[in-house]
Every structure is written in structure tokens, then in C-alpha cells.
């Protein structure tokens, strides 16, 4: 089944402990993407890669490191999280940046405190 | 800046009701502008648009564009409880994928 995959569902941490959401996609993608969600604010963009090796920042990079050194893998990397980084989190990949539709995961629900 | 602005923020209506929300944008170098549903998960992708005047159709879902006015709607005819969800609407610029903050729409029976 076509889908991108991210792990885990569910994430309660400490302020300053390192963490990884991992995302994996099976379409062979050339894009992916990462989102938080927050009540109020909508979806906002925290890093994209329009493939392997390449990444970049989205609106709200702070705090945040991405990777892509496979094209079907982009973790997310949160080196010292912080309370105001509990959120909904979204991986993303489309077949490529413009005019192909984003297929989301199903989402990490982070809370730091 | 990208700007996409959707209104109403949320509408409650009857089952069987007919709907129209609403998206209109503001962005450098338009290339599209999609439609997706999220329930309690995900958004699910529900049309992509890129031409103006030609509606897109799925059921009882329909969307259209207008490029020269900036703006797009969506339609949900006979609405059911299963509709229920927040509606996001996005455009596609040069750069990026910027979402609207959604219309929250409940389907009571």
C-alpha cells in the first residue's frame, strides 16, 4: 500500500532530551516535507527536500534538523526540544514540489515539558 | 509573503444541507491551489485546480477556480455527518505549499 509512514504516534519527553520523528515514504517520491499543526495557526512548513541531499528551510525552522540521505527516509531531529515545540506534527512527500498533491502520514503528537 | 485566507472559520448545518466554503489567496507565481479534508488524522487530498472556470468533481463534492479573482470554493451537496471535518485549502507558488487555517464544518443529523 502506497502511504508515508512516521513513527511514533505518540511522544512525551523532557526539555533538552534529543529526539527523532522518522518518516518513510514508499512512492518513490522526489518530495518531502515537514509540518507542525497548532490550534489557531494551521499547518506551517518546517523544512522540505526536493531530494536526496537536498533540504531546506520552511517557515518555522527553529529548533529543528532534518536529513535526507535516502530517498525514501526524512527524519526529523530535535536536538534540545523545548515546551513551546509540543505540537502535531505531519510528514509529507508528493512526487515533486510543485503541482503533485502531498500524501501526509498519520501524524506525531509531541509534548515536551 | 504567501496568503491564504478561508472563510467561514466554522459552519454548522443539517444533514442534507448544501455548503459552500470558500478559500481565496494571495501568493508570488500561482501554480496551484488544492483542496483536502482532515478528520481526526491526516489531511486527505480531495482535488488540485490549476485552471480557472473548469470544476472539478467527485460525488457529491465539487470545486472551482477563479484566477483572476484569486479565490476558490468548495461545494458539498446533501451534506451527511460523515462530512464532518476541518477543510483546508493550500496553493502551490514557486516556492512552497501554503496552507489556509480551515473551515471547520459540522454536519449534525
Known amino acids: 500500500e502506497a502511504q508515508v509512514t512516521q513513527n511514533p504516534r505518540y511522544l512525551i519527553t523532557v526539555t533538552g532530551k534529543k529526539l527523532t520523528v522518522t518518516c518513510s515514504q514508499n512512492?518513490?517520491?522526489?518530495?518531502m516535507s515537514w509540518y507542525r499543526q497548532d490550534p489557531g495557526l494551521g499547518l506551517r512548513q518546517i523544512y522540505y527536500s526536493m531530494n536526496v541531499e537536498v533540504t531546506d528551510k520552511g517557515d518555522v525552522p527553529e529548533g529543528y534538523k532534518v536529513s535526507r540521505k535516502e530517498k525514501r527516509n526524512f527524519p526529523l531531529i530535535l536536538e534540545s526540544p523545548s515546551p513551546n515545540q509540543t505540537s502535531l506534527y505531519f510528514c509529507a512527500s508528493s512526487l515533486y514540489r510543485n503541482n503533485s498533491p502531498l500524501h501526509f502520514g498519520n501524524g506525531t503528537r509531541l509534548t515536551v515539558t | 509573503e504567501d496568503k491564504v485566507v478561508q472563510s467561514p472559520l466554522s459552519l454548522v448545518v443539517h444533514e442534507g444541507d448544501t455548503v459552500t466554503l470558500n478559500c481565496s489567496y494571495e501568493v508570488t507565481n500561482f501554480r496551484s491551489l488544492l483542496w483536502y479534508k482532515q478528520e481526526k488524522k491526516a489531511p486527505t487530498f480531495l482535488f488540485m485546480l490549476t485552471s480557472s472556470g473548469i470544476e472539478k468533481k467527485s460525488g457529491r463534492l465539487s470545486s472551482i477556480l477563479d484566477k483572476k479573482e484569486l479565490f476558490s470554493i468548495l461545494n458539498i451537496t446533501a451534506t451527511q455527518t460523515g462530512d464532518s471535518a476541518v477543510y483546508l485549502c493550500a496553493v502551490h507558488s514557486n516556492y512552497k505549499l501554503t496552507f489556509g487555517k480551515g473551515t471547520l464544518l459540522t454536519v449534525n443529523p
Open positions: 512512492m518513490n517520491h522526489e518530495y
